[in-house]
C-alpha cells in the first residue's frame, strides 16, 4: 500500500497511513515523507509500535541524529533512555513521574510554553519524531502553530521590519521566564545564548516562516524590553486558533515536526500520572545566522 497523506487542518498537518514505521523504509517511502514534510510541516502517524531502536533507526532516514547533550539539566547518570533518544516523559530512571519538586521536573515544564525544539543551539533541529509509549488519561495534547500561515499573515511593515533582524535564543531565556533560575555555573555556560534569524526561508519550499521560540530572550541591537514586546506580539499573532492545530496523543502514536516551520508546546496534564513520551531528532544542517564568538 502507497503512502498516503491527508491533511486535517485547515493551513497545514496531515494524517499518514499506509507505512509500517517499524520496519527499513523503501527509498520512495522516504522521499513521499519528506515531501509531505515540506508541504504540512506536521505529519501525524497511528498505531507505530515501534522501540528505541526502530524509532532512531526511522530518524536516520531524514538525516543524522542530534547530539542530546546540552539539551536540558538530567545528569548523564540520571538518564531513562539511551543515547540519540530525547526523554520528554515525566519519569525517573525508577519507571515513576518525578517528585514535585525535582529540578528537572521544573525545568521540563518549559515544554508547555510555545518553542521551536533546539532553537538554542547554534545549528537548530530539522525535524523532531515523538513517540507515545504511554498516555496520560487527561491533559497533554501537544499543540502546533504553523509559522509559514502566520508569516503569511502579517502585514507588510512589519515583513519588513523583522525581515532581517536576529533574536538571541538560550534555555537560560526560556526557564527564566518562569521563575526558575537556579542553574549551575557549568549549566549557565551550556546555555550559552545562540543567535537565529526571525525569517526563516524553508530550503525546498521556498515559503517563509517565522522562527520564534520561548527561548528567545533579546533581539540583537535592540534594547530587551522593546525586544520581547516584539517577539510577545508576534507570537500571539502566530499562535491565533486559526494557525493551531492540538494532538490529542493516543498509545503508539508518532507525530514528526518540522521544527523550521513550527513551533508546538504540551499543555498541562495530571503529573501523578505516568507519561512515557520519547523523541528522536534530526539535526539540522547549518546555522541560521553566523554567530559571533561572546
Ligand atoms: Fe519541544
Given at each position: 500500500m502507497p503512502v498516503s497523506i491527508r491533511q486535517i487542518h485547515p493551513v497545514f498537518v496531515g494524517e499518514v497511513s499506509g507505512v509500517d514505521l517499524t520496519r527499513p523504509l523503501a527509498r520512495e517511502e522516504v522521499a513521499a515523507l519528506e515531501a509531505g514534510m515540506d508541504q504540512y510541516a506536521v505529519l501525524v502517524f497511528h498505531d507505530q509500535r515501534i522501540d528505541n531502536d526502530q524509532q532512531m533507526a526511522f530518524t536516520r532516514n531524514f538525516g543524522a541524529i542530534e547530539n542530546e547533550r546540552g539539551g536540558n539539566i538530567t545528569r548523564p547518570d540520571q538518564?531513562?533512555?539511551?543515547?540519540g533518544m530525547n526523554d520528554v516523559s515525566n519519569l525517573g530512571q525508577d519507571s515513576r513521574p518525578l517528585a514535585r519538586d525535582d529540578r528537572r521536573r521544573l525545568f521540563n515544564l518549559?515544554?508547555?510554553?510555545w518553542h521551536s525544539d533546539s532553537?538554542?543551539?547554534?545549528?537548530?533541529?530539522?525535524y523532531s519524531i515523538l513517540s507515545c509509549r504511554l498516555p496520560c488519561s487527561t491533559g497533554g495534547n501537544t499543540e502546533f502553530a504553523d509559522m509559514r500561515a502566520a508569516y503569511d499573515a502579517l502585514d507588510a511593515r512589519t515583513k519588513a521590519e523583522i525581515e532581517d533582524l536576529v533574536c538571541e535564543h538560550s534555555l537560560i531565556y526560556s526557564r527564566g521566564s518562569l521563575g526558575f533560575t537556579e542553574l549551575t555555573e557549568d549549566e549557565r555556560a551550556a546555555f550559552r545564548p545562540v543567535r537565529q534569524r526571525l525569517v526563516r526561508t524553508h530550503p525546498v519550499t521556498g515559503r517563509k516562516s517565522l522562527y520564534l521560540?520561548?527561548?528567545?530572550g533579546t533581539i540583537v541591537g535592540w534594547l530587551r524590553p522593546e525586544s520581547l514586546s516584539l517577539i510577545r506580539d508576534l507570537a500571539e499573532h502566530a499562535t491565533q486558533p486559526r494557525f493551531v492545530h492540538a494532538h490529542q496523543w493516543r498509545q503508539w502514536d508518532i507525530v514528526m515536526w518540522d521544527n523550521r516551520q513550527t513551533m508546538h508546546r504540551v499543555r498541562r496534564f495530571d503529573e501523578a500520572e505516568p507519561r512515557d513520551m520519547r523523541r528522536t531528532t534530526v539535526a539540522g544542517d547549518a546555522p541560521t545566522v553566523e554567530q559571533i564568538a561572546a
Open positions: 538518564r531513562r533512555l539511551p543515547p518549559g515544554n508547555q510554553l532553537s538554542f543551539r547554534a545549528v537548530p533541529a530539522k521560540s520561548s527561548h528567545i
